[in-house]
C-alpha cells in the first residue's frame, strides 16, 4: 500500500507538471525494458508467457516484476499519453545479450531438453527511431555473480575463503580486477550500440540491489534461507564486488548522458539475511510461487531446498521489485516529459 501511495502521489505531481498540448492524448510512447533476471522476475508472480503457452522462451518473465508494476501504474496514470511495453528481458542474460549475442535461456520451468536461441534484446524489442525511453538492468551474469555466489558456498562448507579464489585466481581463472575491465569495455559497446539502434530514445540504467548484509555477522551460518555456508569475510568481500559493479555501470551511464537509477541505497537494511517479513531479496532458498524449481544444481549433487523453500538463487522478492518500481517509474515519467 505505501509503495501504490507513493506512485500514486509521484503520478499526481508528474501530471500536473506535465504541458498542456493539443494531441498530448493521441500520442503513445515506446517503451522498450530489457535486462536480466533481476529485471525480469522469475519467481515472483504469474509466467509471462503462461506456463504451457507456445510463445514461452524460456526468459522467466512475470507479473509484479518492476516492468510490470511500472506499466501498470503508467496505464492507470498515463504521462501525457499511453506508454507501450517491450518487455524482453530474460534470466541468466550477460551484457553481450543485449545487442550483440544470440542468448540460449535456461528456465527450469516447464522447460524442453533444450530452449531454443533467442536473438539480442535490441533486436527483439524493435528498438528503432520511434522508441521513447529504454530501461536496462543487467551486468551481474557477466561477472558472473551467481557464480561467484555458489563458488563462495561450495568452498566455504570446507572453510576456504573465496575471496583469496578470484583476487589470487588459479591458473586459467579470471581475476576479479581482470573481470571488472572486460564487464566495463562490454557495457561501453553495449550502451553504444543501444543509443545506435534508439538515436532519440532517453537510455536509463537500472543497478542492483543490497542483496548482501552491511554487517556479515548479521547471516546465520548454515542457514539456506540466508547465505548458507559463505564466510562472514566473504560475505563483506562480494558486498564491495557487487557496490564496484554499480560503481561501473553508473559511471559507464554518466559517459553516455545516460540516466543511472540507484536501488542499492533504499534497499539497504533488506537483504538476504533479514527476518522474512522485512527481506526484498530471498537467500539461497526461499519463498517463491509453487510452479519455482526447489532443487539447487551445487557442485557434486543437487541440494533440495528444506522447509519447502525454493531455490531462490539471492533474488529479489515481491516487496523488492516494489522498491525498484518506484525509482524506475519516477525515471520514467521524468523521461517523458523531457521528451
Known amino acids: 500500500m505505501i509503495h501504490r501511495m507513493a506512485r500514486l502521489a509521484l503520478a499526481v505531481v508528474l501530471l500536473t507538471a506535465a504541458p498542456a498540448t493539443a494531441d498530448a492524448t493521441t500520442e503513445t510512447y515506446q ?3 530489457l535486462g536480466d533476471s533481476y529485471t525480469a522476475g522469475v519467481f515472483i508472480g504469474a509466467p509471462l508467457p503462461a506456463v504451457g503457452d507456445e510463445n514461452r522462451d524460456g526468459c522467466d518473465r512475470t507479473t509484479n516484476s518492476y516492468p510490470d508494476l511500472v506499466h501498470r501504474s503508467l496505464s492507470e496514470f498515463p504521462p ?5 511495453l517491450a518487455d524482453f528481458s530474460c534470466g541468466g542474460a550477460e551484457i553481450r545479450h543485449i545487442a550483440s549475442d544470440e542468448q540460449r535461456p535456461v528456465s527450469p520451468v516447464d522447460a524442453p531438453d533444450e530452449w531454443p536461441l533467442v536473438s539480442p534484446q535490441v533486436r527483439r524489442a524493435g528498438l528503432d527511431e520511434g522508441t521513447d525511453v529504454v530501461t536496462i538492468g ?13 563458488k563462495c558456498v561450495e568452498l566455504g562448507l570446507s572453510g576456504r575463503s573465496c575471496r583469496e579464489h578470484y583476487e589470487n585466481p588459479p591458473e586459467g581463472e579470471e ?14 559497446t553495449m550502451l553504444a550500440s543501444v543509443h545506435d539502434a534508439a538515436p532519440n530514445a532517453r537510455v536509463i540504467t537500472v543497478g542492483y540491489p543490497a542483496v548482501l548484509p552491511e554487517e556479515s555477522t548479521d547471516c546465520a551460518l548454515t542457514n539456506w ?18 557496490e564496484r559493479l554499480n560503481r561501473t555501470i553508473q559511471s559507464t551511464s554518466s559517459f553516455f548522458r545516460d540516466r543511472y537509477v ?18 526484498w531479496v530471498e537467500g539461497i532458498c526461499g519463498d517463491a510461487e509453487d510452479y519455482w524449481p ?19 538463487l539471492v533474488h529479489p522478492n515481491a ?21
Open 319 to 339: 516487496r523488492g521489485h516494489e522498491n525498484v518500481a518506484d525509482h524506475v517509474e519516477r525515471a520514467v515519467r521524468i523521461a517523458l516529459l523531457d521528451r
Open 80 to 84: 501525457g499519453g499511453p506508454v507501450q
Open 138 to 150: 543487467v551486468g551481474g551474469n557477466s561477472l558472473p555473480f551467481a557464480g561467484m555466489l555458489a
Open 175 to 188: 581475476g576479479i580486477d581482470a573481470k571488472f575491465g572486460r564487464i566495463q569495455d562490454e557495457y561501453i
Open 225 to 242: 534461507t540466508e547465505l548458507f555456508s559463505i564466510r562472514h569475510d566473504d560475505i563483506d568481500w562480494l558486498r564491495g564486488v557487487l
Open 262 to 279: 540507484d536501488v542499492y541505497s533504499s534497499s539497504v537494511g533488506h537483504d538476504a539475511c533479514r527476518p522474512a517479513d522485512e527481506k
Open 31 to 33: 517503451w522498450a525494458a
Open 294 to 312: 526447489t532443487q539447487i544444481a551445487l557442485p557434486g549433487q543437487p541440494i533440495t531446498c528444506p522447509g519447502g523453500k525454493h531455490a531462490t
